[in-house]
């Protein structure tokens, strides 16, 4: 077990609705992630929290929305998702400062209708 | 800016004999250099990592990757493949001014026959 576990594992959604990712962290880290990982596609960064506080926006669409409200735990609010926004989702964490090993999730299978 | 390439999208070979998956990079610095792999329903796991200490680096599960400057390479080897070896590999670097961003590569699957 890497120590970060990620719910839901998978999901379907339809292009109107709302759904959360979730991701939890069990490590003591200060830092987490969220990537988006398509077929075909090196692993995208979309958004750091360092401290809660976010760091990181790699020109993310605003229908993904994301809330740490502390250090362990971390969502992605999704809202009138596209269908090629269907990827694995990761959630990733590492304890802060230089050069840290990161550390994964399972990821949450997301396909949208 | 930094990336990564990863000369090999598949890679197969038979149970028992050696595995190298290649990656170069580029990069202004003296980088930080990361092997992840991803087995099926997984989430990535760090194989090794350079930080500029030695440049033959060990990693869990016999593999061990060797960071080349002038050849601007981090390739991955392994002496003997096992069927648990197969897998997708990313060969990752580091940005020089935000040590969290990882510039991953494309990644290479490894096929093991047995």
């Known amino acids: 077990e890497t120590g970060v576990t990620q719910t839901p594992r998978h999901l379907v959604m339809g292009m109107t609705n709302k759904k959360s990712l979730k991701c939890e962290q069990h490590l003591g880290h200060n830092a987490m992630y969220w990537y988006k990982q398509s077929a075909k596609k090196p692993l995208e960064l979309m958004f750091v929290?360092?401290?809660?506080?976010?760091?990181e926006n790699n020109s993310v669409p605003s229908r993904f929305s994301p809330e740490c409200p502390n250090s362990s735990h971390l969502f992605l609010h999704l809202h009138t998702l596209q269908p090629e926004d269907s990827a694995l989702y990761l959630c990733a964490s590492s304890q802060g400062g230089d050069i840290d090993e990161q550390f994964f999730g399972p990821g949450t299978r997301l396909t949208v209708l | 800016a930094q990336s990564v390439t990863q000369l090999d999208s598949h890679v197969s070979v038979s149970e028992g004999t050696p595995v190298l998956l290649r990656c170069n990079y580029s990069s202004s610095y003296s980088p930080s250099l990361f092997w992840y792999v991803q087995h099926p329903n997984k989430g990535l796991q760090l194989l090794l990592k350079y930080t500029s200490a030695a440049t033959l680096v060990k990693g869990i599960n016999g593999f061990e990757a060797e960071f080349k400057k002038s050849e601007t390479s981090f390739h991955l080897t392994k002496p003997s493949a096992h069927m648990s070896d197969a897998a997708e590999y990313f060969c990752?670097?580091?940005?020089?001014?935000?040590?969290?961003?990882?510039?991953f590569g494309s990644g290479t699957r490894l096929l093991v026959r047995p």
């Open positions: 929290y360092n401290f809660k506080e976010q760091t």
């Open positions: 990752v670097v580091s940005e020089s001014d935000s040590s969290y961003k990882l510039i």
